[in-house]
């Protein structure tokens, strides 16, 4: 099951091309033993993560645990969901005034900008990957650039930058995915010319999902691959600073 991804990587070579890989990992709020062990297997095969960090429970230590190209993302405000009981989750969705969700987002963002000095994407990583329309065509007015999710995601107004493989299988097993799937998934990622974004969930992997993260990333630290950070895929991504959300400019992106 693994040759076939080996082949994809070996084509690659052969073809003088260069896969790029980037990692997303969900749900970051403070240190602690799961999130250590991801930082440190990323620091060891030279991957640099970008942490979607939820800011209504951030604690400011995470800031000191971040070293070299690490880089954080904007996950929601609390990832708390505001929708019915019969509805899918979301925090992000119509349920409440778009002026009020975009406010909350842009203390978020002045939030992480505080923390984490010069390591910021202007990048909103919608909860659950749901997102209501008037919200996403309010961001560019909080200076978020672009989203990334899981799948689809219903929004026009910004570029995604997705993820591509979930090692999760969190429908049945909350374990890893079949092993079989996740290596023709990523040949056949290979096969196309664009960077292959995996996403992480470290508060939710077993021994089996770690095992699969170090083996992919020990197998793709030769010179045919490359491990890049979001900003590569799109230039200015990183974020110059950032500026607080004032009332005004709330009245200007409300409904």
């Known amino acids: 099951m693994i040759q076939v991804f080996r082949r994809a990587l070996a084509a690659a070579s052969d073809q003088g091309r260069v896969l790029r890989f980037w990692l997303r990992d969900d749900d970051a709020t403070r240190p602690g033993p799961r999130l250590e062990r991801l930082i440190s297997l990323c620091e060891r095969h030279g991957v640099p993560p970008t942490l979607a960090?939820?800011?209504?429970?951030?604690?400011?230590?995470?800031?000191?645990?971040?070293?070299?190209?690490?880089?954080?993302?904007?996950?929601?405000?609390?990832?708390?969901?505001?929708?019915?009981?019969?509805?899918k989750k979301q925090e992000l969705g119509p349920h409440r005034p778009a002026a009020e969700v975009l406010a909350e987002l842009a203390e978020g963002r002045d939030l992480l900008g505080r923390v984490f000095p010069?390591?910021?994407?202007?990048?909103?990583?919608?909860?659950?990957?749901?997102?209501?329309?008037?919200?996403?065509?309010?961001?560019?007015?909080?200076?978020?650039?672009?989203l990334s999710a899981y799948g689809r995601i219903n929004a026009r107004a910004l570029p995604v930058l997705n993820?591509?493989?979930?090692?999760?299988?969190?429908?049945a097993r909350r374990s890893l995915?079949?092993?079989?799937?996740?290596?023709?998934?990523?040949?056949?990622?290979?096969?196309?010319?664009?960077?292959?974004?995996?996403?992480?969930?470290h508060l939710d992997?077993?021994?089996?999902?770690?095992?699969?993260?170090?083996?992919?990333?020990?197998?793709?630290?030769?010179?045919?691959?490359?491990?890049i950070t979001p900003e590569e895929m799109m230039p200015d991504l990183l974020s110059k600073g950032v500026t607080s959300f004032s009332s005004r400019?709330?009245?200007?992106i409300g409904p």
Request: glycine share 10%; net charge neutral; aromatic share 6%.
């Open 53 to 87: 960090v939820v800011p209504a429970g951030l604690d400011p230590a995470l800031g000191g645990l971040l070293t070299g190209d690490a880089r954080v993302a904007l996950h929601g405000w609390s990832h708390r969901n505001h929708a019915g009981p019969r509805e």
């Open 249 to 252: 400019s709330a009245d200007r």
């Open 118 to 146: 010069g390591r910021v994407l202007d990048l909103l990583v919608p909860p659950w990957n749901r997102i209501a329309p008037a919200v996403a065509e309010g961001l560019p007015g909080i200076g978020i650039r672009a």
């Open 205 to 227: 992997h077993d021994e089996a999902v770690w095992q699969f993260l170090d083996l992919l990333m020990g197998m793709t630290a030769g010179p045919h691959c490359r491990w």
């Open 163 to 171: 993820a591509d493989i979930d090692p999760i299988d969190w429908r």
């Open 177 to 201: 995915r079949d092993p079989a799937l996740l290596w023709q998934k990523l040949a056949l990622r290979a096969q196309i010319d664009r960077p292959i974004g995996i996403l992480t969930h």
